[in-house]
Structures are given as C-alpha cells and as structure tokens.
C-alpha cells in the first residue's frame, strides 16, 4: 500500500460503526480512525500525532486494512499455540493410571510428577505434571487416593513387619514403642 486510501461510502460506514460501537475495544476504534483519517488526506505523521501510536504503527494499519479490509484491524492471538499431546500418551496415561506403576519403577501408587517422568523415560514425551493432574482430573482419577492397600515393594519388607508385629504383641519389658504414619505423626505404645 501507498499510503492512500480511497473508502466506498459503505466501508467508511463500517469504519464509523467501528469507532462508535460501546462493544469494540478503543485499540480497534483507533485503528478504525487512523483508516478514516488518512481517507481524509491526513499526513502520516499528523495522524500519528492525533492517535497517539507511532508513524511505523500508523504504516502497519494502514497495510492491514489495505490487505484484509476491517478484518485486518481487530486483535490477533500472541499466545503460544497450546501445546498437543497425542491420543496414545493419553491412553499411555490413563492405562498406566489404572493398572498401578510397573514393578520395575519402585514405586506403590503414581504421583503426577512420576507419572510425567516416566512417560519421558518409556516414550520419549515430555508431559508436564499438571497435564497428567489435568487428565486424571478429567476422568475422576485420584491414584495417590486409591482405597487400595498397597504392599511395600522392599524385599526385607515381610521381616520388617514381623519385627514391627512382634514389639506390639510381646514388648520388652519397660520399652516405649513410637510408630510414625506416612505423614511424620508418631504415637507411643
């Protein structure tokens, strides 16, 4: 474009309405203006001046509206496009969800976080732990809150719990015995 702008009387209407409708943001109004101003043979720079943009702002209006017409003065996205994880991670997801971690993983019930690194590991995907929250979310899948009671994976586990079982039945004589829960909170015997 060179700058000129020759309006049909219906496209100078539609400008019009741009710059009066309560429902269209200021920004837009004003590029609407700066269109309606240079088809009044405003200078560059004086319409810069009246809308408070730069001559370079005034310039990529101008071209916008010469390539798309009133489309080409309302708001574009910035955003990053959404990342997209495939159908099959999500299966991957949802099947590894239901069917508990792998032996080989240590691992009694998943997390979020170890969810997303071992779905890196295994497929070479990055997930982030709030798209694996987000996906059990979605499908009313709470692991770290199963019902279930989980075995230790630990091999000593059995002669742990013997011991353990064995102080509650048949303590030593004047001995204390403190267990702590899973959360840190301790009870005397």
Do not use: C
Request: overall charge positive.
């Amino acid at each position: 474009m060179t700058g000129e702008v020759e309006l049909t009387d219906e496209q100078r209407a539609a400008l019009r309405a741009l710059t009066y409708s309560p429902g269209v943001a200021a920004t837009v109004a004003t590029r609407a203006r700066i269109v309606l101003w240079r088809d009044e043979g405003r200078r560059k720079k004086d319409i810069a001046l009246l809308a408070g943009v730069s001559r370079p702002t005034v310039d990529l209006w101008l071209a916008r509206y010469a390539a798309e017409a009133a489309t080409g003065l309302l708001d574009r996205s910035h955003a990053a496009p959404r990342e997209q994880v495939s159908a099959r991670i999500r299966a991957r997801v949802l099947a590894l969800t239901r069917s508990g971690p792998p032996g080989e993983t240590g691992l009694t019930h998943w997390s979020s976080r170890e969810m997303a690194r071992f779905i890196a590991r295994t497929e070479g995907v990055s997930v982030s732990h709030h798209w694996v929250a987000w996906v059990w979310w979605e499908h009313n899948l709470k692991p770290p809150r199963q019902g279930t009671f989980k075995l230790s994976k630990d091999p000593d586990f059995a002669a742990k719990v013997a011991d353990i079982v064995g102080l509650y039945l048949d303590p030593p004589g004047a001995a204390v015995v403190l267990s702590l829960d899973e959360l840190g909170r301790a009870e005397a015997r």
